[in-house]
């Protein structure tokens, strides 16, 4: 029942997605398959399901999550997560795990021999520091091996200055900074400015951090990710797509976005050569928007924030105002978004009271409200 009330209430957007997609392959740029400490786990066919309703072509780059039985090195998640990429049919780029404290280089050799296509670090989960010797054995294999290193930039994490100084150390690896380096973004946009493969992941909550990455990085350095089974592909592929089009990206460069960039990398192709940014530092807001990106920034904080697990029931007080911002009888010219992210946020509070799985049902039409507030077109006097 809680499925079909999120297909009901996403179905506008979705319809909206479909105009913007473009044509061309997507690479969803980081997935997990298995287990997690947390309760969470996602199978192979649910994977695969999900890629399938951005198009039967959809690939992925999958890794372990927080396994409880990833002792030692990880070898057995890192076996399974092989083993599924072979089973996939060639639409899953299978990523190793390491724990830098575990063998990570003779489990990361172990794994490209057995045909791993990325390494994955988790600083917070794994507890590490990238001034660690074995952080630079970890780059040297990925040099060697001419593979990517996706490594969490996300929440929980401090300053990220040594993360950097190590990317500049070794410029021929490509890194993907998850989670729209939201952990440090400033400093990675400056500091990393002329690292010539450093990308950043789209898997966020919040269309507010996606618009401002797009006014600090080049556009060709941006790559859609889902994080599935945290977030769900379609939202996160709309969230991309339409922070992508307020950017002014012309199809043929929200193709990059899509998948273009993130499979170069993965089949070592080069980069497209990146532009300027394409969002202005300091831009105009619409205050009636302002506020309702404000209250679903509470309700998704206050949602998530003491979890695992998350609890969908706490942020409903906000979520209760950011409804009451949309209910606006002189909303200016904003008042067709937010008829929508009123439609979202109504779909929401239903899902969160309806039986099924609130958590990961309501949290992306949270999102999906986010979203439209943080990039809906105003009219600027
Ligand atoms: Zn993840």
Redesign the pocket.
Known sequence: MSAALFEEVFAPFAAELEELAPAGTVVDA???LGLDEDGRSLALPDLLAALDQLGAQTRACV?P?HDPERQPAYRLPNDRVLEWARESGGRLYPYCRLDPREEPVEEAKRCLKLGARGI?L?PRAQAFGFGDPAADAIFEVARDAGVPILI?T?RGMGKMDSLAELALRYPEVPLVL??AAIADMGMFAMRLADHPTVVYDT?CFSGVDLVELFARVPAERIVF?S?IP??RTLPSLYLAMRVAAYAGLEERERALVAGGTMSAIVEGRPLAAPTAPRVPQVRPVSGRLTRVSAYVAMALGAMVGAGPPIDPTRGLGALGLARAACRDPDPGSVGAALERIEAALAGAERLISADGDPATLALPLMMTAGTIAATAPIAVP
């Open positions: 980081h997935t997990h890794f999550l994955k988790h969490h996300g998850a989670h898997a990710a994080d945290y977030g």
